[in-house]
């Protein structure tokens, strides 16, 4: 592109090759940009290493947002250009901060006067009696771990009375936080009526009418909860919003555009005149793992214009990266480290390994900002007031320690005079966990540190070799869009690329305590356990193309939690704790033929790819319980939960049925790879009689059943896909082929239903579907759809693989590794053609 050419000679003093290498790198960028120009991804990737470290843009334009992890809480990079003495901001916008008026339990401990019984009408008021009520600290709850009051009862009477300092208050804010339903009065004036819970603090805008009845002396906040189920929780405070006053000054750079790559996330803007390139690269080269594991993300700004200008780059860093919480205390350095400057910060408290869950963000460990020390100054200050002091030019330098909440760490460079030629500025982010990982009782370290190496060695490491890793990253890329363009077409080599950094991004990779490798996923948004296998089953094709080696990091805990005799039940584990506790399985139910057939696929596509079943044999044991297991229980599945359970757990699921004959042909499979000729036979032999048998009672005329004879109902049989790629050949061909035929007749607008049961869909087994199709056009016929959701989509997080065939909604989940299934279709091409 004509962007390209104008940074040509400046970008020459950073990538030394030769003139043919340059222009080749030129054009194949070009390519990868051109094909991916018309897709809109739900959400960007902007910095992707693992569950905690993963800031997305959602939205359409880089600089009209803060930027987000994808649990969605702020984690804001803010990017500003100055030339001469104009402002232009071309990165994330400033996050919402508070000021407390009335503080909640999270920053300052209160009393408030409660009551469990109901009161009379009046008690909302500020001048009711309400000296017989109890006296209690917040907040309150059922868990002891959460509460300072106990509140077990079906109703809560909350009064909190307090005073003012002024009444002038440009916006006010109910910080609530509760579990159930919720009325809130403040001086006998209703602010807010909710059903339902939160699990984390929300900011309700106070209404004018509320606000001017607020009085110095004598307020009342008035809150009644009703518990309906499950947990219990109540806490609350008064806020107004901090404003920054440089938002007067910067203009919002004009973007031109966006290119997406599979390690790569580009922006073009015009700053008046002024050509701004923007990449970010997070180099997840999982054939490397040396620098896939490396858990750093380069931020390159590239600058060009016809018109020589001064100019300086900003860029702002959130403490919020390093916390779960935004009142969690934050510990900022600075220091030099060879040619880098560098901010380092943390939680003060530093509590490792200490929390697990779904919805949270690491609170220990060290955030890391770095950029080459000559022309730069690197500050910290509160949130709002880091832009305010670029653009006064209040900064100053400093290495003391800064300690405080709600920080941002600011980083300037002083570029010069730029022209038309160009100039880069590189920026460094990255996060040292410390301890990634407990795994049953052992504190791990993540994959990059296990032998000793340090954040600062890993930095340098990175910024010495800055441009062989952006060369290794182009180079890859382009090969991944030109496979998965000659696999399955443009809108499938999308799909791939958009999947291609979240897959990876939702999984940790440690080493265990035997040497074995660990790559532990977390099931983001779903429960938040770690090592699922019914997660690890469909995220594998992506892993099986590029890295078997992961795919047995994702299997060894699995195996290790039944070999060690933790887990003595004849199928495998759901998973093997809560991220990041691995400690044994936490989720309430088993799904036994379901884990048992995905670890005997699994390990036979290992074999498959790898041409050599050692692997199995390493677990042969455990594998010949699974398959007896399923040889016993798998072929007409009893009421269980299984993967596809959304509407519901269904006795004689057809598709789980393919599931366990799948696993059963793989054992034999695997059984003949290893020379044991009659475990083979009597293994290959059953699943083709349990095909055979399949075929007759799951049948309804032009298609094959939901359930076992349950006629007039329909699924998808994307198990079946393995049939071909393992060459297991058990089923006859007709099958696959009569259920592609109807399905092309029950889709909706975004993609084919799951099941007759609903029309939502689970947009991983549709590419596994579609890939059971002989012809091209049914195979595009049916990801197009997929195609046209995460085009369309107006949920705005990273992709998610449960959305609403009817109106492209996200029905539920964000972020899941399971979107590597997407690479099924590369795997089949690649499996069937040796």
């Given amino acids: 592109m004509n962007r390209n050419n104008l940074l040509m000679l400046g970008l020459l003093c950073f990538f030394v090759f030769s003139c043919k290498e340059q222009e080749t790198a030129t054009q194949n960028e070009n390519v990868v940009s051109e094909a991916s120009a018309s897709f809109r991804a739900p959400a960007y990737p902007l910095i992707t290493h693992d569950p905690y470290l993963s800031i997305w843009s959602m939205g359409d334009e880089l600089n009209s947002s803060p930027t987000k992890h994808w649990t969605e809480r702020d984690h804001a990079l803010l990017g500003v250009l100055q030339l001469d003495d104009q402002f232009y901001q071309f990165l994330g916008s400033e996050s919402k901060t508070y000021d407390a008026i009335l503080p909640a339990s999270d920053e300052e401990t209160y009393s408030v006067s409660y009551s469990e019984s109901k009161p009379d009408e009046a008690w909302i008021n500020p001048d009711y009696d309400a000296s017989a009520w109890k006296t209690g600290e917040a907040p309150f709850s059922e868990n002891e771990s959460m509460a300072k009051t106990i509140w077990n009862t079906a109703d809560l009477y909350y009064r909190r009375t307090f005073d003012l300092e002024t009444t002038e208050l440009e916006t006010l804010f109910l910080k609530l936080n509760h579990d159930d339903n919720v009325k809130v009065w403040l001086n006998g004036i209703q602010i807010a009526d909710i059903n339902g819970w939160q699990n984390s603090y929300k900011y309700l805008p106070v209404s004018q009418e509320a606000m001017q009845a607020l009085k110095t002396e004598g307020n009342v906040l008035a809150i009644h909860i009703r518990n309906t189920a499950g947990g219990q929780f109540l806490d609350a405070g008064l806020v107004t919003e901090a404003k920054s006053k440089s938002n007067e000054i910067i ?61 300086k780059v900003y860029l702002g860093t959130s403490s919020a990266i390093a916390i779960n919480q935004p009142v969690q205390e934050v510990e900022v350095s600075e220091y030099k480290n060879g040619a880098l400057s560098i901010l380092k910060a943390g939680s003060v408290a530093q509590p490792v390994l200490e929390k697990k869950g779904d919805d949270l963000r690491i609170d220990w460990g060290y955030l890391y900002v770095g950029a080459p020390a000559t022309n730069l100054t690197q500050f910290v200050t509160p949130a709002a007031q880091g832009l305010d002091a670029f653009v006064s030019g209040a900064i100053k330098d400093t290495d003391e320690k800064a300690t405080g909440k709600n920080l941002m760490l600011n980083t300037v460079a002083d570029l010069g ?65 030109e496979d998965a363009l000659a696999s399955g077409g443009e809108k499938y080599a999308d799909l791939c690329v958009a999947a291609y950094r979240q897959a990876i991004a939702a999984h940790i990779l440690v080493e265990a305590p035997n040497g074995d490798i660990l790559f532990l996923s977390k099931e983001n948004n779903s429960n938040g356990s770690i090592n699922t296998v019914d997660v690890t089953y469909p995220s594998a094709p992506l892993f099986l193309v590029y890295n078997p080696d992961l795919l047995k990091g994702m299997l060894n805990g699995i195996f290790y939690y039944s070999e060690s005799g933790k887990w003595q039940k004849p199928f495998p584990a759901h998973d093997i704790g809560t991220y990041p506790i691995a400690l044994g399985q936490t989720y309430g139910e088993d799904m036994p033929v379901e884990e048992a057939g995905n670890m005997l696929i699994l390990t036979a596509a290992i074999a498959q790819v790898e041409g050599s079943a050692a692997y199995a044999k390493a677990h042969w044991e455990t594998l010949t319980t699974w398959a007896d297991y399923l040889m016993q229980s798998g072929f007409d599945p009893a009421n269980q939960l299984s993967t596809d359970d959304f509407a519901g757990h269904l006795a004689r699921n057809a598709n789980l049925s393919v599931k366990a004959i799948m696993a059963i042909a793989s054992y034999g499979k695997l059984a003949a790879m290893l020379g044991d000729s009659e475990t083979a036979e009597k293994y290959t032999k059953a699943a083709k009689e349990m095909a055979g048998k399949w075929q007759t009672i799951a049948g309804d005329g032009d298609h094959y059943t939901l359930a076992f004879e349950s006629e007039g109902t329909w699924s998808q049989k994307y198990n079946l896909v393995w049939d071909d790629i393992l060459g297991l050949n058990v089923f006859a061909e007709d099958v696959h082929r009569t259920e592609i035929a109807y399905y092309l007749t029950k889709q909706e607008a975004y993609g084919l239903p799951l099941d007759s049961r609903k029309t939502y869909t689970k947009s991983d087994w549709i590419l596994w579907t579609a890939t059971l199709a002989d012809d091209e056009a049914d195979f595009k016929a049916l990801i197009d759809p997929v195609w046209d959701f995460a085009n369309t989509t107006p949920d705005r997080v990273p992709l998610s693989d449960w959305h609403e065939t009817t109106d492209a909604h996200k029905v539920g989940f964000k972020a899941r590794s399971v979107v590597g299934g997407y690479f099924i279709k590369m795997l089949k091409d690649e499996e069937v053609a040796k």
């Fill in 417 to 481: 005079e730029i022209d038309e030629e160009g100039i880069e500025q590189v920026f460094m982010i990255g996060y040292d966990q410390l301890e990634a990982v407990n795994y049953f009782g052992t504190a791990l370290k993540p994959w990059w540190s296990k032998d000793g190496a340090t954040m600062n060695e890993e930095l340098t490491d990175a910024y010495t070799n800055y441009e062989d890793v952006i060369e290794k990253v182009k180079t890859f890329d382009q090969k991944l869009y």
């Fill in 251 to 311: 203009k919002k750079a004009k973007q031109l555009d966006v290119a997406f790559r599979a390690n790569q996330t580009e922006y073009s803007f015009d700053a008046d005149g002024t050509q701004v390139n923007v990449t970010f690269t997070s180099p997840l080269l999982i054939e490397d793992l040396e620098i896939y594991s490396r858990p750093i993300s380069y931020i390159s700004v590239k600058i060009a214009g016809q018109e020589a200008r001064k100019a």
